[in-house]
């Protein structure tokens, strides 16, 4: 039986509703009617910040882990997303993932079967089923932009496996972030540099022949192969923001 997850309730059958609530509040109105709901809106996307913020405050030093939610367990990037959290976790970082399957679950699994603090930040989509079974500290969010900011809030730096749009929008809005000087420039990891590659020649190319970017700016990306380099990329990134900052304060 399908489970619809929306917040912290579940819905199944003739409960699961038509529209996210994403979806209802980015819908063009057609009356009146915003005027009464939207301030309600408000009061419950602040309830979803003060509950991700309690939830999160004492994980400890993380990782966000992206990818696909497509990805199957006998894919390689799966097996590689998996050692990738099992050997940050010894490392002693927790690891937070969307909470889907694919990617997200094999991160999850990889930090689970470790003994590790495995965090999933679900979302209320029309096609997902909840959080997956690695998850041992969970939450699921109405809206994506709540969502976000736990991502990157409590997160030290991002490892990001081959994805489609939604692994290219956490990617580009925490390069973007950085970029703009928004939050400390902190690792940024992308596994596979075949599936990469046509990206960063396009940012390399075009982009940055036209003036869009900053030279500086596609060095803030760093392309692995295994999970030993990405670890080690995590590890190299945020040994360098310590010791700038250090250095800033002396």
């Known amino acids: 039986m399908r489970t619809y997850q929306r917040g912290p309730a579940f819905l199944r059958d003739n409960q699961i ?38 939830t999160l405050a004492d994980i400890g030093p993380a990782i966000s882990i992206f990818g696909s939610a497509r990805t199957h367990p006998e894919d390689p990037f799966y097996r590689a997303a998996t050692e990738i959290a099992e050997r940050l976790v010894r ?11 694919g990617i997200m679950a094999a991160a999850n699994k990889g930090a689970s079967q470790v003994g590790g603090t495995s965090v999933g930040l679900g979302i209320e989509l029309p096609f997902e089923e909840g959080i997956n079974e690695y998850v041992n500290r969970g939450i699921s969010f109405r809206y994506f932009f709540v969502r976000k900011t736990m991502f990157l809030k409590y997160a030290l ?58 030279p500086g700016d596609i060095e ?20 360098a923001l310590a010791r700038k900052r250090r250095e800033s304060h002396e």
Request: proline share 6%; no cysteine; hydrophobic share 45%.
């Open 220 to 239: 803030k990306l760093v392309v692995v192969d295994s999970a030993e380099e990405a670890v080690e990329a995590v590890r190299r990134g945020i040994h």
């Open 157 to 214: 730096g991002f490892v990001v496996m081959p994805g489609g749009f939604g692994t290219l929008d956490e990617l580009f809005e925490a390069v973007t972030l950085v970029q703009t000087g928004k939050v400390s420039s902190f690792p940024i990891v992308l596994y596979g540099r075949e599936y990469w590659s046509g990206l960063l020649q396009w940012l390399a190319g075009p982009v940055r022949q036209a003036h869009m970017i900053s």
């Open 91 to 101: 490392e002693g970082f927790a690891i937070i993932t969307g909470g889907g399957p």
């Open 17 to 54: 509703p038509e529209f996210t609530a994403d979806a209802a509040l980015l819908a063009p109105e057609r009356s009146g009617s915003w005027q009464s709901e939207d301030p309600w809106r408000v009061m419950r996307i602040q309830s979803e910040f003060v509950e991700g913020f309690g």
